[in-house]
């Protein structure tokens, strides 16, 4: 069965500092690998996806986020964290032999919280 | 958010009754979806839909229903079956659905709540 996990609830940073929201997938395949951000009553915004190829992957906002096949990972990142980073960071996975319409699995979230 | 409107925004309703929650799209999508997210849970799938007048079951069907007879909208309703239907409800669509790497997108959301 498919499977995201994200170990933390909560992340707290410096602004200024480095910044990594972990996550963990099980699929039986291949996966398909996505980061959103969610701010208070908004819906979710797409940062970034790993589909194939390089396995350190850019996305908005100076996010960027690492595949690790062998350990199963694909951890959020960003050089220099902000203020207005914080936000709920959801992680989420579909394995490319899914035949249920795309569905993605989502892990729980994890609060990013950062301070001045 | 993008070409995705949810609406309306914040939603009452009394034990007993059927509410219908809106969801349209001007991005030209074939698949939308229909998700429920709870606190510390994540989002789950309520339902989806890859093209007109075709939908499934997601992991949470029961107490909700969808129509897609149009290609730019996916209404989700709440009946009096649901049992818990206290929540944040998201809409997403994406160009294709099954064994597709396309982005889900978002709407806005609409938080229901059961008085």
């Known amino acids: 069965a498919q499977s995201v996990a994200q170990p933390e609830d909560q992340v707290n940073v410096a602004e200024g500092n480095p910044l990594t929201v972990k996550c963990t997938y099980s699929v039986s395949g291949n996966p398909y690998l996505f980061w959103y951000v969610q701010y208070p009553n908004r819906g979710l915004q797409f940062l970034l996806k790993y589909i194939t190829g390089d396995n350190l992957v850019k996305g908005s906002y100076g996010f960027e986020a690492e595949f690790n096949k062998s350990q199963t990972s694909f951890h959020l990142k960003k050089p220099s964290a902000l203020v207005s980073d914080s936000a709920l960071y959801f992680c989420?996975?579909?394995?490319?032999?899914?035949?249920?319409?795309?569905?993605?699995?989502f892990g729980q979230g994890t609060e990013l919280s950062v301070k001045p | 958010d993008g070409g995705i409107t949810q609406s309306p925004k914040y939603l009452f309703r009394k034990e007993g009754q059927n509410v219908t929650l809106s969801c349209e799209q001007n991005?030209?999508?074939?698949?939308m979806y229909w998700y429920r997210q709870d606190p510390g849970q994540g989002l789950r799938l309520i339902y989806y839909?890859?093209?007109?007048?075709?939908?499934q079951k997601g992991d949470i069907a029961e107490g909700y229903s969808v129509s897609r007879e149009k290609k730019e909208s996916f209404p989700l309703t709440v009946t009096s079956a649901q049992k818990n239907p206290t929540a944040f409800y998201l809409c997403?669509?994406?160009?294709?659905?099954?064994?597709?790497?396309?982005?889900?997108?978002f709407g806005p959301g609409t938080r229901l709540t059961v008085l």
């Open positions: 997403a669509s994406s160009r294709a659905g099954t064994r597709s790497a396309d982005t889900q997108y």
């Open positions: 991005l030209n999508h074939d698949a």
């Open positions: 839909s890859q093209i007109v007048n075709d939908f």
């Open positions: 989420a996975v579909r394995d490319i032999r899914d035949n249920q319409g795309g569905k993605l699995i």
